[in-house]
């Protein structure tokens, strides 16, 4: 069986979270940012493309 490469994608938390509501906070925690400018990289997947698309003035997609 042949394994495929997933693609990674770099999430970087490019605003602070002051403000935010509990729910965004939440959803930027579970990606596993904790600093402004912190870069995470993750494996390119639904679940991880909705939770950026739920906070996309809080975090950016970095192109590698």
Do not use: D, F, W, Y
Request: overall charge positive.
């Amino acid at each position: 069986m042949a394994k495929t490469q997933t693609k990674q994608i770099k999430i970087k938390l490019v605003k602070s979270l002051i403000g935010a509501s509990q729910t965004q906070r939440k959803v930027v925690a579970s990606l596993g940012l904790k600093k402004l400018n912190q870069v995470v990289t993750h494996n390119e997947s639904s679940v991880i493309l909705g939770m950026v698309n739920a906070v996309p003035h809080l975090v950016k997609i970095v192109e590698e």
